[in-house]
């Protein structure tokens, strides 16, 4: 089994930023990938960014050149710098952790206000 803590979400407003962390423990296997979803009111789970292992790095269109994604491999720990951020933003952000299976994280709600 594996944990995901998850810390940093809030309220900011339109043009600001926040910085979201997820902390692994647990049965962590060097090989994995970590990463962000979101899921605003009534649509579906979507991905934001993902982190390999190896470093490779998948961003969704929405955020890429605003969102940058990184890890430290010691702490298994995984970041999100979030910046500029839109009220189509909002959205509770949850933390993935994926080797043969996905883990997720209890969710943190991140709000932005025009």
């Known amino acids: 089994q594996v944990q995901l803590v998850e810390s940093g979400g809030g309220l900011v407003q339109a043009g600001g930023s926040l910085r979201l962390s997820c902390a692994a423990s647990?049965?962590?296997?060097?090989?994995?990938?970590m990463g962000w979803y979101r899921q605003a009111p009534g649509k579906q789970r979507e991905l934001v960014a993902v982190?390999?292992?190896?470093?490779?790095?998948n961003y969704a269109d929405s955020v890429k050149g605003r969102f940058t994604i990184s890890r430290d491999n010691a702490k298994n720990t995984a970041y999100l710098q979030m910046n500029s951020l839109k009220p189509e933003d909002t959205a509770v952000y949850y933390c993935?952790?994926?080797?043969?299976?996905?883990?997720w994280g209890q969710g943190t709600q991140v709000t932005v206000s025009s």
């Open positions: 993935n952790y994926r080797v043969y299976r996905d883990y």
């Open positions: 647990g049965n962590i296997n060097r090989f994995n990938s």
């Open positions: 982190m390999t292992s190896g470093s490779r790095i």
